[in-house]
């Protein structure tokens, strides 16, 4: 690992627990001598999000702070990241999930091992609630499947995506204009460039689940508008705007059979909220808003 740098880039808008909880993570979890600079981009808070990060900066000196104002969406904020990174290895994070002891020098022994630019790893969605909703408990059964996403759809998320500076110059950045679904255009681009897209479960991220309707709602609002945009961006490689892509629910088995058809109807409404921020999308005018 001496001769190799590794930068951890985390976009955050509005969220300063998260965003401490994060960082505090990757500091006390991580081998100081695996890590070259931890990048948090504050994309345009409007609360204490960016003093929070500002004071990590301070007394951490592996701690950068960066703002990107100028395009609100959490793919513009990555690619400030990207810009200002100097490691030949990058990390992408969520703001609000936690890592494992040893996390980095796992994640890049087996990149190593493998000879991979593009690397997703296993993520826990956990509640630590003494009673989870039913919407939690969905979301932990439903949210992701990295190795099927990697398998089926050629992409993993950037909750926890491991790439080489070398392949993100080859391929170029995240289309910075996506409110969503940026991680999968990212990722089939670069499997069309010939690069291997690899798994591995020897490296886990915690994620927080989302434990109401609400917040399902607003994500998945959020993913059909993301798809719409897709379209109207890359006609090529997914389609002209009007039709938007195949829905992709969980499938059967994943589903507790005790829960399953509450869960099956859950899935089915947030299926057709998708298809409504898909439309929406497509009524309103070409435009970049929050990726929140």
Not at 155 to 178: A, H, I, M, R, W
Not at 211 to 225: C, D, E, H, T, V
Not at 262 to 269: E, G, H, N
């Amino acid at each position: 690992m001496s001769s190799t740098t590794i930068s951890v880039v985390i976009p955050v808008y509005n969220d300063p627990e998260g965003i401490s909880r994060t960082i505090d993570s990757v500091l006390n979890r991580t081998h100081s001598t695996d890590l070259g600079e931890v990048i948090v981009v504050d994309n345009n808070s409007n609360d204490a999000t960016g003093d929070v990060i500002k004071e990590f900066a301070r007394d951490v000196e592996l701690v950068k702070y960066a703002c990107e104002n100028d395009v609100q969406t959490s793919y513009a904020a990555r690619n400030t990241g990207v810009e200002r990174a100097t490691g030949n290895y990058i990390a992408f994070l969520d703001a609000d999930v936690t890592v494992s002891e040893g996390w980095l020098t796992a994640a890049i022994d087996e990149m190593n091992s493998a000879g991979v630019h593009y690397m997703g790893c296993a993520v826990e969605v956990v509640d630590k609630s003494d009673k989870p909703t039913v919407f939690s408990q969905y979301n932990q059964h439903s949210t992701f499947m990295i190795e099927d996403l990697i398998e089926k759809h050629g992409y993993t998320p950037t909750v926890c995506l491991f790439v080489t500076k070398e392949l993100v110059s080859d391929v170029g950045q995240f289309d910075e204009k996506l409110i969503s679904t940026g991680d999968m255009e990212f990722g089939n681009r670069v499997k069309d460039g010939g690069y291997e897209l690899h798994y591995t479960d020897r490296v886990t991220i915690s994620h927080p689940a989302r434990a109401s309707f609400q917040s399902l709602l607003k994500r998945n609002i959020r993913i059909g508008r993301g798809h719409c945009q897709l379209q109207r961006n890359h006609p090529s490689r997914y389609g002209n705007p009007g039709v938007p892509p195949r829905p992709t629910g969980i499938s059967g088995d994943q589903f507790d059979s005790r829960m399953k058809p509450l869960w099956a109807l859950i899935d089915l409404s947030l299926t057709i909220v998708k298809g409504l921020g898909y439309y929406s999308e497509l009524l309103s005018p070409s435009k970049v808003t929050s990726d929140t």
